[in-house]
């Protein structure tokens, strides 16, 4: 992802861009451009660690750190929720949308791509039907988990709000639970074939060959400069709808996975374009999977501990969309086998969906 890394200079642009008063539409371009390399170098950085820890170790690192860089963003947005209350519910729906967006994005454009890409230069190829089988049962069964609380919210909130916060904790402990589950049922059985473990494939595969030293140092350097670029980025946020009209579930949908997922999904795309079509599948719905059932919960608990709680209560656009992607998405690998023309289909469907919430009103 080397070549990536000329745009960092765009993270020199935001800085200068911010502290000078610049407009903030090239804010929000600058510094979220600034984002992408360095998500790809935590990436990096992870699967450097990865590769000197060993299997387990390193499907651990892999599993936690996978979103490292959209988690900060989401947290930045929560934070700027308190300092500038005005805003607070849209940048808790703009948590809500990347969240959304991220799973969308990972089973339908990174998914899609990767099967269209792959289906053109290799014709048809095979997978684990009962591997993409235990993956889309666990996608099912995430997104159901963020789907409960939206659909009885309405009724319990008639009688109190709280009851809708505590519902969205109990959810989110449950979810967690189950993720950490997961993770000690890959460290317990190293010959299970859970989505850490083709996270921990891909860390070799694509590991630079760096001491822990120097890992560390970028995977801390990489994290601040996220850091920074985050707050520059969400700071712009209500600026750039005002300005250019994009509402906040548009960025979050469709703009925020894409800026912090990058590096994560050309991995995906360019392992389905060496005929890995099981390990691209496992990537991309790994994601998906950290992200209901790790990231999202995550962050119901970091709220409230930041006292701008965030629940797990989605709208009927989003609900519909992470309903329809995740079925779709089931129904195309558990054949074992995708083609160029499913690849297309998906992609499709993300084509829709981003045209959907690009019309919606700010």
């Known amino acids: 992802m080397n070549y990536l890394n000329f745009l960092l200079l765009f993270g020199l642009i935001a800085i200068v861009a911010g502290l000078l008063g610049w407009s903030p539409v090239v804010v929000f371009v600058t510094s979220g451009l600034a984002v992408i390399p360095l998500a790809g170098l935590i990436g990096e950085a992870t699967e450097a660690l990865a590769a000197h820890t060993g299997p ?34 849209e940048l808790l729906e703009l948590v809500r949308a990347s969240l959304t967006g991220s799973v969308l994005g990972n089973i339908l454009l990174v998914l899609g791509l990767s099967i269209l890409l792959g289906g053109l230069k290799h014709g048809t190829q095979r997978f684990s039907r009962s591997h993409a089988g235990i993956n889309a049962t666990m996608l099912m069964l995430a997104v159901a988990a963020l789907v409960i609380p939206s659909l009885f919210s309405h009724t319990i909130e008639v009688e109190s709000h709280e ?18 589950l997961a993770l000690v049922f890959q460290l317990r059985d190293p010959g299970a074939h859970t989505y850490e473990d083709a996270e921990f494939v891909t860390a070799r595969l694509e590991a630079p ?43 979050g949908i469709i703009i925020i996975p894409i800026i912090g997922n990058v590096a994560e999904h050309l991995v995906a795309v360019q392992v389905a374009l060496k005929n890995q079509m099981e390990l691209s599948l496992a990537i991309s719905v790994g994601s998906s999977l950290q992200i209901a059932l790790f990231v999202a919960p995550l962050l119901v608990f970091i709220s409230l501990l930041m006292g701008n709680p965030l629940t797990l209560v989605f709208n009927q656009f989003e609900l519909i969309a992470l309903m329809a992607a995740v079925l779709i998405g089931g129904l195309v690998s558990l054949d074992g086998e995708s083609n160029w023309l499913e690849g297309t289909m998906l992609l499709a469907i993300y084509v829709i969906i981003g045209l959907a919430f690009f019309w919606l009103p700010t």
């Not at 801390?220 to 670029?229: D, F, K």
Request: no cysteine.
């Open 56 to 89: 387990r170790l390193g499907g651990l690192l892999n599993a936690t750190l996978g979103n490292a860089a959209e988690l900060i963003i989401t947290i930045f947005a929560i934070r700027e929720g308190l300092v500038n209350p005005a805003i607070r519910q």
């Open 163 to 180: 009851a809708v916060e505590y519902l969205s904790l109990g959810v989110a402990g449950v979810m967690i639970g189950l993720y950490i």
């Open 209 to 251: 060959p760096w001491s822990v030293r120097r890992a560390l140092v970028v995977l801390v350097l990489s994290t601040a400069g996220i850091a920074w670029m985050s707050e520059l980025l969400v700071g712009s946020v209500e600026h750039v709808v005002t300005q250019i009209g994009l509402s906040e579930f548009f960025l």
